[in-house]
């Protein structure tokens, strides 16, 4: 392709920005004269395409009269629609655009999947790559997926000693709602009597759920240096990994209509289509 097509291409959308030839040059660094070789036939300097490319506003391809390709930074084209939709669409938006990427790009194609307009609705669907769970709930509805490439379902759904303390723990008398607490409160450090008092419990036994919190890094301790001696404050991990489980929970203790279960068997047996299980 001649490069008296890029000097063609130059003149046209610098017209078509307004800019004079010493305002273009100024812009990319070189001199007007320079821009008036390049229209006239001449050849820039082939590092010079980026630059002149963003401000033109064009891609290096339109450059050279390829108009018809259109490259585009799709993680800033997503934000850009999603900040030009009203505030109240927004968030469907972001749900519905999620769900079809995960289907399409984490777990390949799947139909059936849950519409994010449908309520009161729960489906999960599940491939030896990992799952896509998700809940139409009106204002609580919500999409999860965890991509699982090593140990299939197996390594998803365990009951290891850690799982258990942890189910141990949220089981004490108190304890959940004091992790509710932690997340609901700014998160700065409480020591276990600010909490005991906040909560009308016993300190020790505050105390006591803390340390516990803490092995499962739920929480976070950091010990003080008082007038009155050492004291230990705590303060919420901030993961997040708490909330779905909390939400989860939540949901699983309402009741919900339409739940379907989705399970690909290809890759384990070879056959076509899925396995489903309605109630």
Known sequence: MSYSIVGEQILKFRKERGFT????????????????????????DISLLPTLSDVLGVTVDALFGRTEVKREDMAE?????IASLTEKKRWGEVIALTRRAM??????????????????AEETYISKDGLITAVSAGERSFLTVIHNRAGGMEGLLSCDESICRLFAALSDPHALALLVTLYREPPKYHTA????????????????????????RLTEELSLE??????????VNLTGTAVPLLVSARLMTEPQTGIRLISDKREHEGTEGTNEKEE
Do not use: N
């Open 21 to 44: 030839q010493r305002e273009l040059g100024e812009r990319i660094g070189v001199s007007s004269s320079a821009v008036s070789q390049w229209e006239s036939g001449g050849t820039p």
């Open 77 to 81: 084209a997503v934000g850009g629609y």
């Open 193 to 216: 009597g600010a909490l005991a008092m906040l909560l009308q419990m016993d300190q020790e036994e505050t105390e006591g759920i803390l340390t516990k919190f803490t092995q499962l």
């Open 103 to 120: 289907i399409s790009g984490c777990m390949g194609k799947a139909t059936g999947v849950v519409d994010v307009e449908r309520h009161d």
């Open 226 to 235: 008082t007038e009155r001696g050492s004291v230990r404050a705590y303060k």
